[in-house]
Nanobody, 112 residues
């Protein structure tokens, strides 16, 4: 059983930045792809960003391209999501995904 623990969610004003972190309790973390998803109220969960095992390949949802950056530190079993120029429509619960596991989610609220 792999545990994923997200952190970094908060209430921020539009235009500000946040960095989310997700730590995996798995020593084979470096061998697998990982990613971030989000779910806004009343909407389906959607993929935000994904990264290959060694970090060479990334993929972003069109809505976050050029604003969000996914990265990982395999020595710490951690994946990050740097979110810049946040918009109200980025408000959602953000989830880390690794292999078939989900984290518990961290709330990001963008509001003035």
């Amino acid at each position: 059983q792999v545990q994923l623990v997200e952190s970094g969610g908060s209430l921020v004003q539009p235009g500000r930045s946040l960095r989310l972190s997700c730590v995996a309790s798995d020593d084979t973390f470096a061998a697998y792809h990982t990613g971030w998803f989000r779910q806004a109220p009343g909407k389906e969960r959607e993929r935000v960003a994904c990264m290959s095992s060694r970090g060479g390949d990334t993929n972003y949802a069109d809505s976050v391209k050029c604003r969000f950056t996914i990265s990982r530190d395999n020595t710490k079993n951690t994946v990050y999501l740097q979110m810049n120029s946040l918009k109200t429509e980025d408000t959602a619960v953000y989830y880390c995904r690794y292999i078939g596991y989900w984290g518990q989610g961290t709330q990001v609220t963008v509001s003035s």
